[in-house]
């Protein structure tokens, strides 16, 4: 039995190392996950989404994915960037439904990147993430702040 728990814990605690992120729920905003602007065609992609959030891995990312979000309500947001990367370029670009970029950053190297945004009510978002030959990772995740 005691071999049996501690493999569960174990296990459990490897999945919280590797996603490294919590979702939490934003009262006001409402996001979806992952669409591919331009294929993927690296085979060793992957990607994932939650309420919060969206990740990927890749070996050799070529290319344009995208992922939105809309408010119910005007809210202040936290955008928080994570990004892993041992080769190759990384753009992330987040605008509004009209194109206006609320910001850009772009990495040559592994780097975390924290802002704030104000989002509109009902106007759609995007975070766009432009790769070229890039190998590593992104998290980037978005908390409501509460009202004051």
Not at 41 to 55: E, F, I, P
Request: aromatic residues 10%; proline residues 1%.
């Amino acid at each position: 039995m005691n071999k049996l728990i501690t493999t569960v814990l174990m296990l459990f605690a490897m999945q919280l190392s590797a996603q490294k992120i919590r979702d939490v729920h934003n009262p006001s905003i409402t996001s979806w996950g992952t669409s591919f602007v331009t294929p993927v065609t690296d085979a060793k992609w992957s990607n994932a989404n939650g309420n919060s959030y969206t990740k990927a891995k890749f070996a050799g990312f070529t290319g344009e994915t995208q992922s939105g979000m809309t408010a119910s309500a005007d809210v202040e947001t936290t955008i928080h960037l994570s990004v892993q990367l041992s080769k190759g370029t990384l753009r992330v670009v987040f605008e509004d439904e009209a194109g206006n970029a609320v910001f850009e950053k772009s990495f040559s190297e592994s780097a975390e990147f924290t802002t704030l945004a104000k989002l509109q009510t009902d106007v759609n978002y995007k975070v766009r993430f432009i790769g070229d030959n890039a190998k590593g990772s992104y998290v980037c995740q978005w908390i409501e702040n509460e009202k004051q």
